[in-house]
């Protein structure tokens, strides 16, 4: 067992107190955080909508690959 002016008293090595005690605050760090609020979400998926189509448009559209779907595609004469 230790002294009391060398640390620990529990007779455990201070390497092991130190990860119980960061184990214990990073799930109470974890268990604190709530999620984001809907409007914040919804502002947030706007912005993602705005850029990706912005940067559509500067690559003159949507381009799709054909990964061979089921769909019979049209031909255009």
Request: hydrophobic residues 25%.
């Amino acid at each position: 067992m230790r002294t009391p002016d060398r640390g620990s008293t529990t007779g455990a090595a201070s390497w092991t107190d130190r990860a119980r005690s960061e184990r214990a605050a990073r799930r109470a760090s974890a268990a604190s955080q709530s999620p984001p609020h809907r409007h914040i979400q919804e502002r947030a998926r706007t912005k993602v909508r705005a850029f990706f189509s912005h940067k559509a448009t500067l690559q003159g559209g949507m381009r799709t690959t054909d990964r061979g779907s089921t769909q019979k595609r049209r031909e255009r004469f």
